[in-house]
């Protein structure tokens, strides 16, 4: 598995793996049941340290996205699809609570904090 | 599980200088960068563990036998790529490496090939002909071919081109893939082992300062920067810190601390970010120096 990792980032590498992963998980182009790399074959591949791995690996089996069974190695979890929106609805609220926290900060509205919402979306 | 590397309350001293004494373990699977000023006895300690030089006191281990000199079996599970190349000069690079061979039975000539081709490294030229790139990447076949467990490398990047750095760095991930293998890697240049070391330990002065996941230290480290008016105490777990007028500006080991402490404090618009492997180096032995 390839993943984009950059050093150029205030993310570090191991929750840029984690968000990665994740996000490949809850889009559903990791079905559940699929086996995930190993460990060392994902630090291999991106030029990463097994730790590393190993720790984002370790997350991500707390968040119940993935799962391990004894020396058959790692694999996505079955999830809902209520569970999916619920859990990337939660990372949503997360990731935008500062730059949202920031803005009303600065002096902006409910109203232009949604105008601007709404703009990111019909550019997609 | 059997360490890669034991060593135990290993002293070895010089007119000058004096090792140790210092514990140090690296399990199998693991890569440990090994960090520190000039003199400070990273390539004593290589010298040690490869038995060229003999420990006054302590024992070290390689894969559970003890490194004495007049064995040979640990020999078969090290590889060592120290500070100096030396060659046969006269020799061509080849014939350098089928004498090596002779010494190592699990010796893989199509392992050689592999690497050779990668590496680019022309086989036939003698070796006083050779680039000191090549130098480094003929030093580095010479200690892979028999597939050791344990790789010791001293500074092995030292005098590369960007593109030679790569082509060792990206073989040294490939051979760890197995799991079994460990590295031991010498360096002042961190940047090299960024990615590649799971563990961090810093040698100063012949003393073992710090030793910690790599990860654990990249995720404690932060810079911060604040507004406060008025004299500041002492500001928890900082290790520099810098002022002009109201802004302000520290180096924390531990930033969850720090940010309780100037929460607590009533300090305004703090703002953290992440330092570089470099950066929290620079900062660790810059204390103990």
């Given amino acids: 598995m390839l993943l984009n990792l950059t050093d150029l980032s205030d993310e570090s590498l191991q929750s840029q793996i984690i968000r990665q992963v994740r996000a490949k998980i809850l889009a559903g182009n990791l079905e559940s049941g699929i086996s995930l790399p190993s460990i060392r074959g994902l ?32 694999f996505v979890s079955e999830i809902k699809d209520t569970d999916k929106k619920e859990l990337a609805k939660q990372k949503l609220l997360e990731e935008l609570e500062r730059p949202v926290r920031a803005g009303a900060a600065e002096g902006l509205s409910k109203q232009d904090i949604l105008s601007v919402i709404k703009k990111i979306l019909s550019e997609d | 599980m059997t360490k890669a590397i034991e060593i135990k309350e290993v002293i070895k001293t010089y007119p000058d200088f004096k090792l140790g004494p210092f514990n140090l373990d690296l399990e199998p699977g693991k890569v ?15 010298h040690c563990l490869t038995g060229l030089v003999e420990v006054d006191q302590g024992s070290m281990k390689i894969f559970g036998k003890e490194n004495k000199p007049d064995r040979t079996d640990w020999k078969f599970d090290l590889g060592y790529v120290g500070d100096v190349h ?56 010479l200690a892979l071919a028999h597939s050791p467990k344990l790789l ?68 404690s480290w932060r ?40 929460q607590e404090t009533g300090a305004q618009n703090i703002h953290k970010t992440r330092l570089s492997i470099d950066e929290i180096a620079v900062e660790i032995m810059k204390e103990k120096m």
């Fill in chain 2, 32 to 46: 440990l960068a090994y960090i520190g000023p000039n003199g400070a006895g990273k390539s004593t300690t290589m």
């Fill in chain 1, 43 to 74: 630090a291999k591949d991106n030029r990463v340290s097994v730790i590393t791995v190993q720790r984002a690996y370790e997350s991500l089996m707390r968040e119940g996205l993935i799962h391990s069974r004894r020396r058959k190695g790692f």
């Fill in chain 2, 86 to 141: 030396v060659f046969y000069e006269k020799w061509t690079a080849e014939e350098n490496l089928k004498l090596l061979k002779k010494f190592y039975p699990n010796w893989s000539d199509s392992l050689v090939n592999n690497l050779a081709d990668r590496f680019r490294l022309p086989l036939k030229k003698k070796a006083k002909d050779l680039s000191s790139g090549n130098r480094v990447k003929l030093s580095l076949i």
């Fill in chain 2, 223 to 262: 810079r911060i920067s604040f507004q406060f008016k008025g004299p500041l105490a002492g500001i928890s777990s900082a290790v520099s810190y810098t002022a002009d007028d109201v802004d302000h500006q520290i180096i924390s080991r531990n930033y969850k601390d720090t940010m309780h402490h100037l």
């Fill in chain 2, 152 to 219: 010791l490398l001293d500074e092995p990047t030292s005098g590369l081109d960007p593109v030679a750095r790569k082509e060792v760095l990206d073989t040294l991930f490939e051979i760890l893939e197995d799991g079994n293998r460990a590295i031991l890697y010498s360096t002042h240049v961190l940047s090299d082992i960024e990615r590649l070391a799971d563990e961090l330990a810093f040698l100063v002065d012949g003393q073992l300062i710090v030793r910690n996941e790599k990860d654990e230290l990249t995720e």
